[in-house]
C-alpha cells in the first residue's frame, strides 16, 4: 500500500529551525515530483516548495525562500524540509504531497501531516 509519514514537527521558538521529512513506500518515489503544503490555522492549503522529479530542480514560495531548503533522498525514498529562521506565520501543518505528473494516468498520494507551532 502507498503510504506517506510526515516527522519532525514540533514547537519551536521564533528563529529556530526543524528539518521535516516525509518517509514513503508503495510507489516509485523517483519518478514522482515531491511538494510540501501547508495549511495555517484557519487558512486554505498553502504550496511551500517542490522538488521536481524530470529535471532535479526545486521550487519555493516567496516567503519561505532564502529559509527553507527541500531536498530528497531517492535511495531512501524519503523528502526532506529544513526550515531555518522560523516565523510564527510558519505555523501550519505541513503536509507532504507526491504527484506523478501528466500522462496516461495521474497518481497523487497526500501523507497525514506533521504540526509545526513557531512562538514565543
Known amino acids: 500500500e502507498v503510504q506517506l509519514v510526515e516527522s519532525g514537527g514540533g514547537l519551536v521558538q521564533p528563529g529556530g529551525a526543524l528539518r521535516l521529512s516525509c518517509a514513503t513506500s508503495?510507489?516509485?518515489?523517483?519518478?514522482?515530483?515531491m511538494s510540501w503544503v501547508r495549511q495555517a490555522p484557519g487558512k486554505g492549503l498553502e504550496w511551500v516548495s517542490t522538488?521536481?522529479?524530470?529535471?532535479?530542480?526545486?521550487a519555493y514560495t516567496d516567503s519561505v525562500k532564502g529559509r527553507f531548503t527541500i531536498s530528497r533522498d531517492n535511495a531512501k525514498n524519503t523528502l526532506y524540509l529544513q526550515m531555518n529562521s522560523l516565523k510564527p506565520e510558519d505555523t501550519a501543518v505541513y503536509y507532504c504531497?507526491?504527484?506523478?505528473?501528466?500522462?496516461?494516468?495521474?497518481?497523487?498520494?497526500w501523507g497525514q501531516g506533521t504540526q509545526v507551532t513557531v512562538s514565543s
Open positions: 504531497n507526491a504527484d506523478s505528473g501528466y500522462g496516461m494516468s495521474w497518481n497523487e498520494y
Open positions: 508503495g510507489f516509485t518515489f523517483s519518478g514522482f515530483g
Open positions: 522538488f521536481y522529479s524530470h529535471d532535479g530542480t526545486t
